[in-house]
């Protein structure tokens, strides 16, 4: 089988009644790029944690109790919810129309394991991450109960990214970063190779490079190895002190590839063929980049795949962002035949989820002032007041002469010498004589 099938992605639909934070929500999801938008407390995150769980069946919170985010998903009042999904199965669409059971406080689903075929790989706001693999996670029905043969999910803290994840029993389910990377580098292996891969097309957009350095020690009183990243003033620095932005993408390239290797492992021992297919969930996917990151972090997770395997992976994105910078970077890329934006409105009184049409704005001010982020314009609060105040001004018949002057000695002082609203505003007082 080819390392990636053309099969088309997983998730296709979410119709939610009576949960979350509207009466009535609605996503199709394009086969490739999916972005949200929308001011902070509307859902975004929600809808991403109700994705993860119609292709999974559990909360990420319910997976482990650590997590401060991910919980389950609860009905707006007592009246009758529901959570109706579509994804590809192994043969065909899957529908399902899941209730919720207030005595039980749970959601109704089918018996038995998911029937998507495909990853699932979730990075939360937070750090955190949560994978399910269908070669490692899955489980059996036996008489009317679900009987877990293996973990449901692999979800991580923040921490266990980087220390590792350990089992109720005390098994190892992942080693973390640190003991990973610096196994991976010691045997100079494919899986570091695809690391290294990962870090350069990451870091070839950005201001600071991405390349791994050599391992060192940070502690008399910690023995691990630990990987560094080569800074562009020749020093290498210790991932654990890397910054906020480098963490997160180094923690993304990471996972991508122990995703891979260890489900090709598992693959093997069950004798079961390779997955074809993977949902990426990115909450926030600007959160702590620098803006030179955020340009081409989109573009770079789209092709990223490609470096991980010998083949173009077929991957379906799903992300929220915050960033007018992200929204003009992927105006390249955008294509409405399998690319979709949906946005998330307070209006009237009611959170409002819709699709909208792309359209170009050419750049991250313009963007500011969209539908995205229905901003009234891209300057500071106060000069946008100044602004308006101005604006007024000049629809005056006969205003004070000593106004016109400390506004535009406010002006001069607010605004760049080559604002184009500067330009007209003292060309249009000129011509009305009003300043010389």
């Known amino acids: 089988m080819s390392l990636w ?40 995150s929600f809808m991403l944690d109700i994705g993860w769980w119609a292709m999974t069946r559990k909360w990420p919170a319910e997976v482990n109790p650590n997590l401060t985010v991910g919980k389950m998903a609860l009905p707006i009042d007592p009246r009758d919810a529901t959570i109706e999904f579509v994804f590809t199965g192994k043969t065909r669409p ?5 209730r919720y059971q207030p005595k039980e406080q749970t959601w109704t689903g089918r018996p038995g394991r998911p029937s998507n075929p495909g990853l699932v790989l979730y990075a939360m706001t937070d750090g955190s991450f949560a994978l399910w693999d269908p070669a490692r996670n899955y489980w059996r029905h036996q008489g009317n109960m679900d009987v877990q043969d293996r973990p449901p999910a692999y979800v991580f803290s923040p921490v266990e990214v980087w220390n590792g994840l350990s089992a109720e029993n005390g098994d190892t389910l992942c080693n973390g970063l640190i003991r990973d990377w610096a196994g991976w580098q010691r045997e100079q292996g494919a899986p570091y190779e695809h690391l290294r891969r990962l870090l350069k097309v990451f870091g070839s957009s950005g201001d600071e490079s991405l390349e791994p350095g050599e391992l060192t020690r940070i502690s008399l009183d910690d023995v691990r190895d630990m990987p560094t990243i080569r800074m562009p003033y020749e020093r290498d620095v210790a991932v654990v002190h890397a910054s906020s932005g480098m963490r997160r993408i180094l923690a993304l390239s990471y996972f991508l590839v122990w995703t891979w290797e260890e489900h090709k492992r598992a693959a093997r021992q069950i004798g079961e ?23 081409s972090i989109v573009s770079s997770i789209l ?23 992200i929204m003009a970077s992927v105006e390249p890329i955008f294509d409405d035949s ?7 409105d307070f209006e009237q009184g009611e959170v409002k989820l819709q699709p909208r049409e792309f359209r170009k704005h050419g750049d991250a001010g313009s963007w500011l002032i969209s539908e995205a982020f229905d901003l009234k314009s891209s300057r500071a609060p106060e000069y946008e007041a100044l602004l308006e105040r101005s604006a007024s001004l000049l629809e005056e018949t006969d205003p004070d002469i000593d106004q ?25 007082c000129r011509q009305k ?3 010389p």
């Open 404 to 428: 016109i002057k400390k506004t535009n000695e406010e002006l001069a002082l607010a605004l760049s010498p080559t604002d184009e609203f500067l330009f007209n505003w003292q060309y249009i």
């Open 94 to 98: 899957e529908k399902y129309v899941s």
């Open 5 to 44: 099938s053309k099969e088309p992605p997983l998730l296709k639909s979410l119709r939610l009644h009576n949960v979350g934070p509207a009466p009535e929500m609605e996503l199709d999801f394009g086969d490739r790029m999916n972005l949200m938008t929308g001011d902070n407390g509307l859902g975004k």
């Open 273 to 295: 063929e390779e997955t074809g297919r993977l949902v990426l969930l990115i909450d926030e996917i600007d959160a702590h980049l620098h803006p030179a990151w955020q340009r």
């Open 433 to 435: 004589g009003w300043l």
């Open 303 to 325: 092709s990223v795949m490609e470096n991980l395997t010998d083949e173009q992976a077929e991957v379906q994105l799903i992300a929220t962002t915050h960033s007018p910078l």
């Open 338 to 344: 399998k690319d979709a934006w949906f946005d998330l």
